[in-house]
Structures are given as structure tokens and as C-alpha cells.
């Protein structure tokens, strides 16, 4: 074999490269997919999109030299020839589709089913491809395949070539994400913060558009969003538009059965709630432009060994790298508010005894008071006590109720018939204060699309907001009623400011 060594080495890449892809991607899919969390135990955790993103890099690299050495320079039998195309067939597909939507940001639906169902078809061709070794002088050809190739002194060469071959395109693919231009408006050019953006400074902006994906309850996980950027001296406005089939602003409903009040749920119990939830959208800002959301984005059930287990097995975010920017526009908590719920993400808090769900480094920004309440006293899954009841049976379950329209509960006041439906989320006032009221914000809903303005001082007002300011990167996920299952995208987008 005329090519034997940069066979061997290439060989080895892609192996250790599809290894990884294919634990890393069973972790990544099951995001959406709940069956592989049974492999919880298997998968790895923490950073996993970057090194999945940096795996494809080393297979795009290594995999055309070894199929060059492969089939131009050796001889096979007729049967293991095709059965080596078949696999090689499966690779390619893996990194077309792979590629298409990491450096070419493609998330159509074929293109996301065909790189799935290529990995569990490699999945199965690993699981087969060494049984003939095995059968035949395994120690002999473990040795071929893991040591053999590091015998020869240009194995190092290709070996240096290959990784920083892989490294830079991997720096070069990240570094260069797509521009939101904020235009420059004048400060007597009035905007009013009402979802409808139909003012001309509007009309005139220019918009991008992101695909996103891997959501729940959206048409196949996915949904376009568009976005427009304005500033004057001292704000920034953004006009946000994204596709969801349903305006959802049942949230947690509490029922009323022969046993008591329950909370309508399903998932809520482990924090992923997937039914019974508000509509959400959520912004997040960082000087970082790193993927997996600044490197954020911590997957599994314990991503770190220091910190606790969470119930979904779906990972949690925190930082390691300063503070990253979230902004919350909440359906029913916040939309009525005129807010969203500005939060931030840092490193991780000590765990508290008893606490119901650790959040990592998810967290709100500074509470004056003024907030929403969920409307029981204790939450369990089967019976719970409402803090308050209607005045009225009649009462609209959807979007929130007011806590002064309501009346304390008590077992002669509870006459309700079973079947009945009341609000979980309860307005104490009608704004949030302090930190969190920050960003102001209102969103409406037509014509399967939410509308959402929003306006920030440019400049932060507290440690844990960021000033939104030239080259700043951020992303956008939406959720269709769901508490946690929201869409992304990989690459960020970066806010070019126009003076």
C-alpha cells in the first residue's frame, strides 16, 4: 500500500473524530429527542456543541485523505469493498449535512433528518466494522490501529497538518458571524413600545432573518426569526418577529377534581414542561461570541462534578467567562407588564438546601419587589393549595389575574365545581422593580407570528447587564409553551453600530 502511512494516521482521526461526533450529537439530539437520555449515564456532558464543532472539523479535514489512500491504493475482496462504501457513503453524508449547518448555517428540515439517521446508520457500521478483526488475531490488529500508526516519523507531520488544518478552519468558522446593523435614529424620532413597529424608522431599518431550530411544539422544531436594530445617543430598540403556530398563554392552570386543586401540567414536575406553559422568547447578550451561547451551554444531567444533578438531564447554563446578558419576554408574567425579565447568566451558585431546582448561573437580575406571584402555597403534582380563588367562578384561566381580584382561600370560600379552571400567575402590581425592569418591551400576536418591541439603555445599569455596544454578539431561541425546549441557532449574530 503505496499510501500506508497517511493511511494509517488519517485512519485513526476519523475514528477517534467520528467517536466523538457520535457520543457528543446522541447527547446534543437528545435535547429533542428523549429516548437517548436513557444513555445519560453513557453521553458526555458539559460543553458538548464545541466539541462536537471541533470533531467535524478534524473529520472534514482527515476524511478526503483517507478515502484517497483507501480506495486509489489498496486491494479489498469484492464484499468488504462495498461494505466499506456503504460506510464511506454514510460519512460523507454525516459531513455534507454536518458542514451545510455549521458553516453554511443551513437548518433545513432534510438536511437536519439526513444528519441524524447517517450518524445511527455509522453508529451501526462501527458496532459491525471491527467483528471481522476480532474474529482474526484481534491483538494484531488492535495494534495496527492504535499504535502502528505512531511508529513512523511522518506520521507526526501529518498528525500537525491535519490538526491545525482543522483548528484554524474551526477559528476561521466562528469568527465570523453574521452583522445585525443598528441604525442610527434621532433622539426626537418617537417610538412607542407596542409590538405594532410602524413607524417609519422602522419601515426603513434593515432586517435579518435567523432559522432557528430544535424546539418543541413548533412546526418540525423550527421557527425564522427576524430582526430589525435602531439607537439614538442613548437607547437601543430592537423589533423581534418569529413564527409560532399557537398564541399559548395557558400557564400551569390550576383544576379543580373531586381531590383538590391541581396544577395542570406535563413535564413540570422535572422543570420541562411541554403543554401547559406560556409562549417565551428570550435574547442573550456577550462580548464573547464563542458558540453553544457564549459556551454557556453545559449539557447532561451533572455537567459538572461540583454541582448538583438537575431532574431533565438537559444541562444548565453558567459562565466561566464573565457575565452573559438574558433578557426574558414572558407571554403572560411579563408581556402585560410592558417588560421582559432581565436576567443574567454567571458562574454558579451554591447550592441551597431544599431547593426545588438549581439554575446554575441562570439568574435574575437585582428584585425590588413589584413581581408576579404563582398562585399555590406549596407545588406538588397531585393536589396543591391556591393561595387565592376568583371572586367570580367565571374567570378566564388564559394570561394572568390579578391578586386584589381575587380572595384568600378558604374551604367555604372554595365552592367551585369540579372541573373548573383558575390562573396560576397572579399580578401583585402591574410592573416588576428594580433590575429586573430594565428593558421594556411588548409583544403581540398575528397571523401566526408574535410582534415584539423592545428598548434598552444603551449604556448597562447594573454589574450584570452589559453595555449593548459595537461587535457585541447575540442569539435568540423561541418557545412555543414550553418551559425550557426552546429553538437556536449556532452561530451568533454581532451588533454592527451605524453613527
Partial sequence: MKYKKLFLITHFIVGGAVLTLLLSGLR?????????????????????????????????????????????????????????????????????????????????????????????????????????????????HIYHVLVAPFSYVRTYFYLLAIALGSIGLYIFTVSSPTSLEVAFVSDNAFIRIDGNADESVWQDATSISVDTFAGANFYKGTSKVTLKALHNSTETYFFIRWQDPTESLLHLPLVKTEKGWQVKSNGFNRFDETEFYEDKFAVLFSKSCNIAAAATAHLGGKPRNDLPKNVHKKGYHFSNNGVVDLWQWKAVRTNAMYLVDDSFIGEPTKPVIGQARYTAGYQQDSDMGGSYVMNWKWYNENIVTPKRLPKTPF???????????????????????????????????????????????????????????VVRKTLANERTDIDLSEGVCMWVSAFDHAQIAHTRHIKPLRLHYQL
Fill in 395 to 453: 374567570a378566564e384561566p388564559r394570561g394572568y389575574g390579578s391578586w386584589f381580584d381575587y380572595q384568600p382561600f378558604s374551604v367555604k370560600a372554595d365552592s367551585f365545581p369540579v372541573g373548573s379552571i383558575i390562573n396560576s400567575v397572579l399580578y401583585r402590581s402591574n410592573q416588576l422593580e428594580g433590575g429586573r425592569a430594565d428593558v421594556r418591551a411588548h409583544a403581540v400576536y398575528k397571523d401566526g407570528f408574535w410582534n415584539l418591541e
Fill in 28 to 140: 446534543i439530539a437528545s435535547q429533542q429527542r428523549d429516548f437517548w437520555l436513557y444513555l445519560d449515564w453513557l453521553l458526555p456532558e458539559g460543553l458538548v456543541h464545541i466539541w462536537h464543532m471541533l470533531a467535524g472539523m478534524f473529520l472534514l479535514v482527515s476524511l478526503p485523505l483517507m478515502l484517497f489512500a483507501l480506495y486509489k491504493h489498496r486491494k479489498e475482496s469484492a464484499v468488504l469493498k462495498a461494505y466499506n462504501l456503504m460506510g464511506s457513503v454514510l460519512l460523507c453524508l454525516s459531513v455534507i449535512t454536518g458542514a451545510a449547518q455549521f458553516i453554511a448555517e443551513t437548518t433545513y428540515v432534510t438536511i437536519r433528518f439526513i444528519h441524524y439517521y447517517s450518524a445511527i446508520g455509522l453508529l451501526v457500521f462501527i458496532l459491525l466494522h471491527p467483528l471481522r478483526y476480532y474474529l482474526q488475531k484481534p491483538l494484531a
